[in-house]
């Protein structure tokens, strides 16, 4: 059964990066033909994928988020890190890591259960 989960910081001051990662057991992040990715949900508004990095290591991104964006991984920790810079408080949401067999994750996948991060001073 694969299994994820989120960590980091549940609050970062506007202007700074947000770093957090997802551990995932059960599955290889090098899976052929798997994805994963980071998906957010701000309060009162539906999901928004923001981007997702490959098995082979490539990565793809929201356009909406891209210049603010990186996904990178650790194949040794089997983990990988979402940074999401120059953070405002319209970036505050609850964040869940996904890994799929497409490129943005539907919710057929396999799911964390999220992390509440907020944005304020």
């Known amino acids: 059964q694969v299994q994820l989960q989120e960590s980091g910081p549940g609050l970062v001051k506007p202007s700074q990066t947000l770093s957090l990662t997802c551990t995932v057991s059960?599955?290889?992040?090098?899976?052929?033909?798997?994805?994963w990715s980071w998906i957010r949900q701000p309060p009162g508004q539906g999901r928004e994928w923001m981007g997702a990095?490959?098995?082979?290591?490539?990565?793809y991104y929201n356009p909406s988020l891209k210049s603010r964006s990186s996904i990178s991984r650790d194949t040794s920790k089997n983990q990988f890190t979402l940074q999401l810079a120059s953070v405002t408080p319209e970036d505050t949401a609850v964040y869940y890591c996904?890994?799929?067999?497409?490129?943005?994750?539907?919710?057929?996948?396999?799911w964390g259960q999220g992390t509440q991060v907020t944005v304020s001073s």
């Open positions: 990095i490959a098995y082979s290591g490539n990565t």
């Open positions: 996904a890994g799929d067999t497409t490129v943005i994750a539907t919710t057929s996948g396999n």
């Open positions: 059960g599955a290889s992040i090098t899976t052929n033909n798997y994805y």
